[in-house]
Structures are given as structure tokens and as C-alpha cells.
């Protein structure tokens, strides 16, 4: 019998420096996805979950030792598709940590940092191969023997040669890609956001399943798809999706979830069966689920009261901008303002709350117009706003654009790929045509502390979900604004 050893490597202190303790721990989804494919063909699994446990290196690499696999797997994924890349940091020390011990180990490194870059992959980082590709049947190949010209997906060298194979089809989600291998997970490890706890619901136990793949929109700062080449959108069997959070309630005690999809509130008939199914299930009330919307998915009231029926209290909605011309500029929707504050009102008015994202530093981007956006936010007055900076994601089309204009990215300076980490110390966004990175940075630093330190948001906290709310909020701004070096800290 094969065996194979899957790891989800951990980076969390340099990717979130001292708010490390904030962030969720999730289980990893590609893990269990190929976990799952390969189980099932009859190999023996093993997943380490390195952030979760808090491990470092160097103990990943004696677990490998200890186990012996005749494959090591390193899943290069994040908390969402765009993480991949500064994932990387905690995945190259774990594969130099393996090779330093037993250098001839076998390690394929795959995600959706591998996919966009599979050839500089390959050529800067100590492992044997590359997956170029979702990755079950390109693990099955290694582990089955077949000979390395023949299997889907995969990169690897051939003398002086980097040979890329062709790509692996697409599998079907409820049939190969269940991922129904939550016993090799250590599944109280896991922890949601700080902010989904806000009404008093534990951190932990917590979980993330997905119901779908891909998304059908281009915006042009997202690299989502890079790992199906293309703009496919697959879903599972809302009975499967309803059964799997009916087990993890009865097997490990979760009622805190996720749902991972890049955009969940898209196939209107999808979520309805998915929320029926949790209603007639009798679910509902117990569960706390957030997932990932858009402005122009969340037209239908009757839809979001459905949703809060089946436990959905959060709603993470992508506004990115206030400003339409910048929107347009990154193929970000065909909205307005008044669409916006509709939209977020639609959903506020089910019941659910809203998680909002701003992104400053588009490509049209100017001092107004982040002003701007600054500005809607507090109109809106989530409950939490996450506020990014603009980064060319490798994979995104964003990415090849600044290569093309001769923009500094992160890999070409010493910050490397941590910094594409929003919260690390070496972050480096990209500029506008009018701002410096170091303008945009400081600006959004400075945006996070001001939206959160306001009375008006306090006090819509305050009444919204009390005291502790509150306090947990006070405990991150304590931490004040992170260090960064492109700032002169």
C-alpha cells in the first residue's frame, strides 16, 4: 500500500505578526479534497496541519521522518485562494526542513500560487515536483508509478529540462472531490474569525466546507480561478453539503462554520436547496454560518431570509470601492453607490450581518477616491470591514499587467512573497498612477484604526451585540497599527 503524507504548512506569525491569535484556523480544503480522492483508491493518508497546530518546521519534517511516506504532499493554499502565495514562506522552510533530514524524500508542492508560477516554482524551491492543477489525479500518478511524461499536471525535471505535462481534467465534486476525511484533521485545533464570535458564540469547535468551485466573474485584481485555467463553476449535491454539516454537528460538535466558495450567493436554486435542506433538517437555529457574496447577488429578499432561516448570520460582500470608474477599471460590477447601500440594507434587514471589504490602491485609484470609499464605509458601518491594499496577485490578471508596465512586486525586492501578506511586517502594494505604495499603505493603516476606534461604530456594536463585543475589539486595537517596513518602523 502507498502512503502519503498531505501538509498544510504554517506561517501565521509572519504573515499576521502580532493579531496572529485573531485569525481563524481553518481545515485546510485541498487537503481534504485530495485526502479524500486518494483514500478512496486505496493509499494510506496522513494530513499534518502545521498552522493549526502551531508547528514548526522542523517538527513537520520529524513527523515526515517518523512516517516515512513514499510521497510528501505540501498543499501551498490559504484561507482564501488569494493567500497561496504568502503561504509559501512557511512551505519552503518546510520542504528545506524535510530535504535537510532526508534529502531524498519525494515532495510535490501544489496550490494556486504553483499553478500561476509553475515553472519558477520548480526551479527556486527544494522539491522534486510541481502541480500544475486541482492535483488528485496527478497524486495518484506519482503514487501509482506511471511514468512522469504521463501524468496530468504535473512539472518536473528532466535532466537540465523543466518538462510541464499537459493538465489533468476536471473531476466531478460529489463523486472525487467529497473530501470526507475529517478524521485525519485535528479538528480541535480549528478556531473561526474573532468577529463571527462577536454574539457570544465559542471560537472553537469550527469548520469550513465548501459547496462549489470556481466563480464566473473576471475581476481583474482576483487570480481564483488559476487553478481550473478558466471560468468554470462547479457545485456539489445540496443533499451531500446539508448531510456533511449534519455530521460534523453530530461527530465533532461544530455549529460554527464557513463555507469556503469563492462566491457562494451566485446559483440562486443551489443556496435554496442548500437552505431548505438545513430548514427541514431543523438546523437552523443552532448554526453560524458565514459565506462569501457580492453586491449584485444579493438582490433577493426572499433569498436572504431563506439564508438567515438556515443559519447564516454573516455575509462577507465584496465592495471593494466607492468609486464606479475604479470599480470599472478592475471589472469590479456595474453598480452604484445607491446599489451598494441597497444592497447592504437588503441584507441587514434579513437579519444578517455584513462583512465588508475595501480595497485601496486600484489601478485608478487617487487620494479622493480612496477618500471616498473611506467614507462609504462608515456610512455602511459594518460590523467588520476589512480594508486591503492592492496586490497583483501571481495568477491574477492584475499580475501580468504590472509585469508589463515594469511595477515593483514583492518578488523582486527582499520582501519576496511574504509580501503579498496584508499584515506582514515586508508588505509592498502596488502603486497607482498617482500614489506611491508607501501613500497607499499608510492610508489604509490608518483607515482600519479610524473606522473601528469611531464612536458610531462602537456604539452599533455595542447595541447590536454588547459589552464583549466591544472589548474584543478594544483588544486588537491595543496592537495598534501593524509594523511595516515599507513605512519606516
Known amino acids: 500500500m502507498s502512503t502519503v503524507t498531505l501538509i498544510h504548512p504554517g506561517a501565521a506569525k509572519e504573515i499576521y505578526g502580532s493579531l496572529a491569535k485573531f485569525s481563524a484556523a481553518e481545515p485546510p480544503l485541498w487537503c481534504r479534497l485530495i485526502g479524500g480522492y486518494l483514500r478512496d483508491r486505496g493509499h494510506q493518508v496522513q494530513i499534518i496541519d502545521a498552522e493549526a497546530e502551531w508547528l514548526s518546521a522542523s517538527t513537520v519534517a520529524y513527523r515526515v ?120 484533521l485535528p479538528m480541535s485545533s480549528y478556531r473561526c474569525h474573532h468577529w463571527q464570535a462577536f454574539d457570544g458564540t465559542p471560537r472553537q469547535p469550527y469548520a469550513a466546507i465548501y459547496t462549489s468551485l470556481g466563480c464566473s ?52 436554486q443551489h443556496v435554496l436547496q442548500i437552505c431548505n435542506h438545513l430548514i427541514n433538517m431543523k438546523l437552523g437555529d443552532q448554526l453560524n454560518l ?3 457574496a457580492r453586491i449584485d447577488t444579493v438582490k433577493d429578499q426572499q433569498l436572504l431570509q431563506t439564508m438567515r432561516r438556515a443559519g447564516f448570520k454573516w455575509l462577507g460582500i465584496g465592495i471593494e470601492s466607492a468609486s464606479k470608474h475604479v470599480r470599472d477599471g478592475v471589472d469590479k460590477g456595474r453598480f452604484g453607490n445607491e446599489q451598494i447601500l441597497q444592497a447592504v440594507d437588503r441584507v441587514k434587514a434579513s ?37 486591503y491594499c492592492t496586490m497583483a496577485y501571481p495568477g491574477s490578471p492584475l499580475h501580468r499587467i504590472a509585469q508589463e508596465k515594469g511595477w515593483l512586486l514583492p518578488e523582486d525586492t527582499d520582501a519576496g512573497w511574504l509580501g503579498y501578506s496584508q499584515h506582514a511586517y515586508q508588505t509592498l502594494p502596488l502603486p497607482t498612477e498617482t500614489l506611491t505604495a508607501v501613500e497607499v499603505l499608510a492610508f489604509r493603516d490608518e483607515a482600519f484604526m479610524k473606522y473601528h476606534q469611531r464612536p458610531e461604530y462602537l456604539s452599533m456594536l455595542q447595541n447590536t451585540f454588547g459589552e464583549q463585543a466591544v472589548t474584543d475589539m478594544k483588544e486588537i486595537l491595543k496592537h495598534g497599527k501593524p509594523k511595516r517596513k515599507l513605512l519606516g518602523d
Not at 471616498?372 to 460590523?383: G, M, R, V
Open 351 to 387: 437579519g444578517i450581518h455584513v462583512g465588508a471589504n475595501y480595497i485601496f490602491g486600484l489601478p485608478d485609484d487617487t487620494a479622493g477616491s480612496m477618500q471616498e470609499t473611506y467614507d462609504l464605509a462608515c456610512k455602511i458601518n459594518a460590523p467588520y470591514s476589512n480594508f
Open 217 to 268: 466573474f473576471k475581476c481583474s485584481f482576483c487570480m481564483i480561478n488559476v487553478f481550473q485555467h478558466g471560468n468554470h463553476y462547479r457545485m456539489r449535491s445540496p443533499v451531500q453539503v446539508a448531510a456533511e454539516i449534519a455530521n460534523l454537528i453530530d461527530q465533532y460538535g461544530v455549529t460554527t462554520f464557513k463555507v469556503i466558495d469563492e462566491m457562494f450567493v451566485l446559483n440562486r
Open 290 to 292: 458565514w459565506a462569501y
Open 65 to 184: 521522518l517518523k512516517s516515512r511516506p513514499q510521497l510528501v504532499v505540501l498543499v501551498v493554499y490559504g484561507h482564501q485562494p488569494s493567500a497561496s502565495t504568502q503561504q509559501m514562506v512557511g512551505a519552503r522552510k518546510t520542504a528545506q526542513a524535510i530535504k535537510d533530514i532526508q534529502p531524498n524524500q519525494k515532495i510535490i508542492m501544489i496550490g494556486n500560487h504553483c499553478s500561476a508560477l509553475p515553472v519558477k516554482t520548480i526551479s527556486e524551491e527544494p522539491v522534486d515536483y510541481v502541480c500544475d492543477g486541482e492535483g488528485p489525479i496527478t497524486m495518484a500518478g506519482l503514487l501509482s508509478g506511471q511514468s512522469l511524461d504521463s501524468i496530468p499536471g504535473l512539472v518536473w525535471k528532466d535532466g537540465d529540462t523543466i518538462r510541464q505535462n499537459s493538465l489533468a481534467p476536471l473531476l466531478d465534486l460529489d463523486k472525487d472531490l467529497h473530501g470526507q476525511v475529517w478524521d485525519l
